[in-house]
């Protein structure tokens, strides 16, 4: 059985369904709702419990079954209702570990985007600059060109930033960094965007160099090592 529990996120709060919680501790789903609605107000010291219904298909028929959604301390408390057995203690630390994991997650996220925004707030005026100066060049280029440089700097496939392990999100992160504090050095000293964009590829790199690769399945990682890694240019 694959111990990974899934968390489902409600309202910007993390919640285990007790679909799950029923299914790791080998009762009926039935048993596992009574002890909720029947300690509703202990449960409610906790935060308001999330209830939803969902219409499955049976052999008998469509069937309506009600499912409730427990946020973190509300999941460790119907664990304390339930008989001590065998599966209680392992369930209680992997959800400790999804919970945590969810934190992380959340944390490296809201890290994260500030500094992407700020990046691409100083590519901005860097396209400003640029059509000052007379260049046609596309301001959506240079936004796309910046965002492909960072990601061939670590290896990434456009869209995968999202699901990154928070370590090599950390990273990308403070690429964002340096690539904007760089974009706008480089705006403020009236260099052109070319310039500019071998400046931040030079320091992206550099920083990327040590953990390159690092964080992919191994698969990925080979095919990344014989790859072609001809950088994108503007």
């Given at each position: 059985?694959?111990?990974?529990?899934?968390?489902?996120?409600?309202?910007?709060?993390?919640?285990?369904?007790?679909?799950?919680?029923?299914?790791?501790?080998?009762?009926?789903?039935?048993?596992?709702?009574?002890l909720?609605?029947?300690?509703?107000?202990?449960?409610?010291?906790?935060?308001?419990v999330?209830?939803?219904?969902?219409?499955?298909?049976?052999?008998?028929?469509?069937?309506?079954?009600?499912?409730?959604?427990?946020?973190?301390?509300?999941?460790?408390?119907?664990?304390?209702?339930?008989?001590?057995?065998?599966?209680?203690?392992?369930?209680?630390?992997?959800?400790?570990?999804?919970?945590?994991?969810?934190?992380?997650?959340?944390?490296?996220?809201?890290?994260?985007?500030?500094?992407?925004?700020?990046?691409?707030?100083?590519?901005?005026?860097?396209?400003?600059?640029?059509?000052?100066?007379?260049?046609?060049?596309?301001?959506?280029?240079?936004?796309?060109?910046?965002?492909?440089?960072?990601?061939?700097?670590?290896?990434?496939?456009?869209?995968?930033?999202?699901?990154?392990?928070?370590?090599?999100?950390?990273?990308?992160?403070?690429?964002?960094?340096?690539?904007?504090?760089?974009?706008?050095?480089c705006?403020?000293?009236?260099?052109?965007?070319?310039?500019?964009?071998?400046?931040?590829?030079?320091?992206?790199?550099?920083?990327?160099?040590?953990?390159?690769?690092?964080?992919?399945?191994?698969?990925?990682?080979?095919?990344?090592?014989?790859?072609?890694?001809?950088?994108?240019?503007l």
């Open positions: 059985m694959n111990n990974v529990i899934s968390l489902i996120e409600k309202k910007h709060e993390p919640r285990v369904d007790s679909l799950a919680i029923a299914d790791r501790l080998g009762i009926q789903h039935k048993n596992a709702l009574a909720i609605d029947d300690n509703k107000l202990e449960f409610g010291e906790f935060g308001r999330a209830f939803e219904t969902r219409t499955l298909e049976t052999n008998g028929g469509n069937q309506k079954q009600r499912i409730a959604f427990l946020n973190e301390d509300q999941s460790y408390f119907l664990l304390t209702l339930t008989r001590n057995t065998k599966r209680t203690k392992p369930l209680k630390v992997e959800l400790v570990k999804a919970f945590s994991r969810f934190r992380k997650h959340k944390q490296t996220t809201e890290d994260y985007l500030p500094f992407y925004h700020e990046l691409h707030d100083n590519v901005k005026s860097l396209s400003d600059r640029a059509h000052q100066n007379g260049s046609q060049v596309k301001e959506s280029f240079l936004h796309m060109n910046f965002n492909k440089l960072i990601n061939k700097a670590f290896c990434l496939d456009a869209g995968q930033r999202p699901d990154l392990p928070p370590r090599l999100r950390a990273q990308v992160t403070a690429a964002n960094v340096i690539a904007g504090d760089i974009v706008q050095r705006v403020m000293a009236g260099l052109d965007h070319k310039v500019t964009y071998q400046e931040v590829k030079q320091a992206v790199f550099a920083l990327a160099e040590p953990v390159r690769g690092l964080y992919l399945p191994s698969t990925q990682n080979r095919a990344f090592q014989t790859a072609d890694t001809k950088n994108p240019e």
